[in-house]
């Protein structure tokens, strides 16, 4: 167990601890200043006294509401898309100016347009997620079911098996990591996503406390904000770590 601890995480500890010590020693002796960087002593305990006034979990709360709700729903398109476009040349050819013209739209620069349509409220913040998740996981899906062996197919097809177990015998599994690598890409999208949308305008949420805090030159709370969706981006690209070792066990890093 501990060999297995040390040969997986030692590095990844070691470096993080040697980013976090060297950020501390620039901040302390190297800056000297708060205005210009908080060290991650001080970040601690703005976290810390922030979660004491029950700020911090309020503006946590609603952005996780607005990324759930976003990334969730841009998933779900995003993978009936992808099937439709692997499954239907016609669907694809309708689709795909769509896919490629929003895809390289600097979608952030729309933000002010939603919050203008829908209002401060969260469904602006969820239009956002939803518009930087849908295309990645859409392209990676569609891209994942095109790579299944032709081969493969056509041995099953003469072995009598039906189009269904083609799909879920060889055409999703084939098609899995390539849906999960999507699903992680959308994770940082949304989590900035969300973020960039608070800043053009909400009542609450970790954009709003990274909005106030640059403000009023509250270094420590600002990094705070910062952290706290640096830490939730991680937690999740993890999770889905764990879910691709457990789904796709073939697959290897």
Not at 138 to 152: F, Y
Not at 194 to 200: G, I, K
Not at 204 to 210: D, E, F, S, W
Request: no cysteine; charged share 10%; proline share 4%.
């Amino acid at each position: 167990m501990l060999k297995h601890l040390r040969e997986n995480y030692l590095a990844s500890f070691l470096s993080v601890a040697g980013g976090l010590l060297l950020w501390e020693l620039v901040s302390r002796f190297l800056i000297a200043n708060a205005l210009f960087l908080a060290s991650p002593s001080q970040i601690v305990v703005a976290i810390w006294k922030l979660s004491l006034t029950g700020e911090l979990g309020r503006h946590i709360v609603v952005s996780a509401q607005e990324f759930a709700l976003g990334y969730v729903i841009a998933s779900a398109i995003g993978i009936a898309f992808g099937f439709g476009m692997a499954s239907s040349v016609r669907f694809k050819q309708a689709l795909q100016p769509w896919i490629s013209g929003f895809y390289a739209t600097p979608t952030i620069a729309l933000a002010p347009l939603f919050i203008l349509w829908l209002g401060i409220g969260i469904w602006s913040k969820v239009l956002v997620v939803i518009f930087l998740v849908l295309f990645p996981v859409t392209i990676n899906t569609e891209a994942g079911l095109r790579t299944t062996s032709d081969r493969l197919v056509e041995m099953l097809r003469s072995f009598g098996a039906s189009g269904s177990q083609i799909f879920f015998k060889v055409s999703l599994p084939s098609a899995l990591p390539f849906i999960l690598a999507g699903l992680k890409l959308g994770i940082g999208r949304g989590l900035i996503g969300v973020v960039v949308a608070e800043l053009f305008g909400s009542r609450a949420g970790l954009g709003r406390l990274i909005s106030q805090s640059a403000d009023a030159f509250n270094m420590p709370d600002l990094f705070a904000g910062v952290i706290i969706l640096a830490i939730a981006g991680i937690a999740m690209t993890a999770g889905f770590g764990w879910m691709e070792k457990k789904l796709v066990p073939w697959t290897k890093d």
